[in-house]
């Protein structure tokens, strides 16, 4: 189905290539650090600008891309500073602490050793997993490839390559209406974006980055039919399953189908990637079944993952798939080769086949988190397209220039390929810039705000509600360590009733004894008022006798619940 990439290598102790070489050079890795240097201090510079521009009553929060889901997760971290199960902080309902995620727990550790903040850990860690990831992606393609040229188009193509969004940027600005959802998705999906991940989801380039560590691992195993791969891969998978369990749906199919394609290739039952899927598996799954047993017999828990449907995230519909992964992908279809013969793909040909084909279906499973099996494709489609690029471009370049040298006609091809997928990238790091520039919430808060929270830090308990507006709820449980009544579109129990319930709340036409209710039924102890809250409607919680000022600064003022017989 593809054409050949190379012959299977011979492994010793070391990785070495049919001449007994090292499988890479030190001058390689060199190379490949200067170039992640390159692009880690490029994704850096919308942050710099961020720092440098706020203005001098507000704040910076540290993030430029999904405020929502990082502040659930900077919240996981504050919690696990003290605890190794945590609890959901990003609703009024108390819950079990149940919670266990092995990289916001590394960091809630970090953050008590070094005193480092939030923000300060969450760029060492975007550096440190951009750096990962990109490594981890010339690890695989240097397994695939013995040529350093093939090796390098991989790698670029897998890093910096998006698909066409760019073009409904520009339907955008002719047409003069925003982009409906659907066609954003094809945009800002960033799991298949190592660059977008590089840029601001350190939790998703680590991810991609064990995933391709792990079927290398795959890889040379099999090739070498030594054990010892299979327990290093299993180490990786345990690694990811503790951080991401769900991309356990990514790495067991994978490899069961190249097994399923060994054994019909070889007509033998494949015995030795039977013992390393069982490896695999039996070291792996546990965390993966910790996660499915809380989402199931814990209320809260099952209640948040009902709502994941609540962000409308899901895998872009099949039309519109291309969009999203662009021409590289485009290029690694046309790569597959349905008339070569079974008994002529070896055992390289047929992994590369079983991790790209197997997306197709798990990308559309019928579940709500559907969209993060995307995570890794980017990389085998960069190790397919430059395939294609040989075995399809290559081939109709030399026909059309008969008089070109093959070195040049790769390197003019190679060229194209990469101008061909950067450009949704350029306008994703472009975009952030005007965005940021408008120093708004949520990027940019009140420093008046940020002073309650600070105060909300100092008074309020574990167990304690504050209610606002979702701008200011959703920082509410990072920063202060209370339950928010409203903070997350899956992680806030009843969503939409809460929000419907904040809305009523500061609206001045809600009846006082309804309001007062709101507070009761969860027992709220805060209420913060800011400028948010009052773009919500016009109630003074000065008039309330149930509330009484604790705390003021500037146009934000933090109230708290008095309610008694008298008030209810």
């Known amino acids: 189905m593809v054409a050949k990439v190379q012959t299977p290598l011979p492994l010793a102790a070391k990785p070495t290539d049919q001449a007994g070489t090292a499988l890479f050079t030190r001058r390689e890795w060199i190379g490949v650090g200067a170039f992640i240097l390159v692009i880690l201090a490029i994704t850096a510079l919308p942050y710099v600008f961020a720092y440098l521009s706020t203005p001098p009553d507000r704040h910076f929060m540290g993030v430029m891309v999904n405020i929502p889901d990082h502040?659930?997760?900077?919240?996981?971290?504050?919690?696990?500073?003290?605890?190794?199960?945590?609890?959901?902080?990003l609703t009024p309902e108390s819950g079990s602490p149940l919670l266990f995620n092995f990289l916001w727990w590394t960091l809630g550790r970090l953050e008590v050793?070094?005193?480092?903040?939030?923000?300060?850990?969450?760029?060492?860690?975007?550096?440190?997993?951009?750096?990962?990831?990109?490594?981890?992606?010339y690890f695989f393609c240097g397994v695939v490839f013995r040529s350093r040229t093939k090796r390098w188009i991989a790698f670029l193509v897998g890093t910096v390559g998006g698909g066409f969004g760019w073009m409904w940027v520009i339907e955008k600005y002719l047409t003069k209406q925003e982009?409906?959802?659907?066609?954003?998705?094809?945009?800002?999906?960033?799991?298949?974006?190592?660059?977008?991940?590089?840029?601001?989801?350190?939790?998703?380039?680590?991810?991609?980055?064990?995933?391709?560590?792990?079927?290398g691992l795959v890889l040379l195993g099999q090739r070498s039919q030594n054990l010892r791969y299979a327990w290093a891969?299993?180490?990786?998978?345990?690694?990811?399953?503790?951080?991401?369990?769900?991309?356990?749906?990514?790495?067991?199919?994978?490899?069961?189908?190249?097994?399923?394609?060994?054994?019909t290739r070889d007509r033998r039952f494949p015995a030795y990637l039977f013992k390393l899927g069982v490896i695999v598996v039996l070291a792996s799954v546990w965390p993966a079944l910790q996660a499915f047993l809380i989402t199931s017999a814990d209320p809260v828990m099952r209640a948040v993952l009902s709502q994941f449907d609540n962000a409308e995230a899901f895998t872009p519909a099949p039309i519109l798939l291309p969009v999203l992964m662009g021409f590289a992908w485009l290029l690694a279809i046309w790569a597959l080769d349905i008339r070569a013969p079974w008994k002529d793909r070896d055992d390289t040909h047929l992994f590369i086949l079983a991790w790209f084909l197997s997306h197709f279906v798990l990308v559309y499973l019928p579940l709500n988190f559907q969209i993060h099996l995307l995570s890794g494709w980017q990389i085998v489609t960069g190790v397919l397209a430059t395939i294609g690029l040989y075995t399809r471009v290559l081939p109709l370049l030399k026909r059309l220039f008969r008089n070109r040298a093959s070195e040049q006609l790769v390197r003019i091809a190679a060229a194209g390929l990469i101008l061909a997928v950067i450009p949704v990238n350029v306008y994703l790091l472009g975009?952030?810039?005007?965005?940021?520039?408008?120093?708004?919430?949520?990027y940019f808060m009140p420093t008046d705000t940020m002073n309650a929270y600070t105060y909300l830090e100092t008074q309020a308990h574990s167990d304690d509600v504050v209610l606002s507006s979702l701008t200011v709820g959703q920082f509410v449980p990072a920063l202060t360590g209370?339950?928010?009544?409203?903070?997350?579109?899956?992680q806030t129990v009843d969503f939409y009733a809460k929000a419907d319930n904040v809305d009523a709340f500061f609206n001045a036409a809600t009846p006082n004894d309804q309001r007062q209710a709101i507070l009761q039924a969860f027992g709220v102890d805060y209420v913060i008022y800011s400028p948010e809250e009052r773009a919500l409607g016009s109630f003074d919680p000065a008039s309330a006798a149930y509330l009484q000022a604790v705390f003021a600064s500037g146009e934000t003022t933090v109230y708290a619940v008095v309610l008694d017989d008298s008030t209810t």
Do not use: C
């Open 71 to 89: 502040f659930q997760y900077f919240s996981w971290m504050r919690e696990s500073r003290t605890q190794v199960l945590v609890p959901n902080q």
């Open 113 to 137: 050793l070094t005193g480092i903040d939030y923000a300060g850990l969450y760029q060492i860690t975007r550096w440190l997993a951009g750096a990962f990831v990109m490594a981890a992606t």
């Open 179 to 215: 982009i409906p959802l659907d066609k954003l998705f094809s945009i800002q999906t960033s799991e298949p974006n190592t660059f977008l991940n590089v840029l601001g989801f350190p939790h998703f380039s680590i991810a991609a980055g064990l995933i391709a560590v792990i079927f």
């Open 233 to 263: 891969a299993a180490a990786v998978t345990l690694l990811l399953s503790v951080q991401h369990a769900y991309d356990m749906l990514i790495i067991y199919p994978v490899i069961g189908l190249y097994g399923l394609m060994i054994w």
């Open 431 to 442: 975009w952030r810039f005007i965005d940021l520039a408008r120093t708004e919430a949520p």
């Open 482 to 490: 209370a339950h928010a009544y409203l903070a997350h579109w899956a």
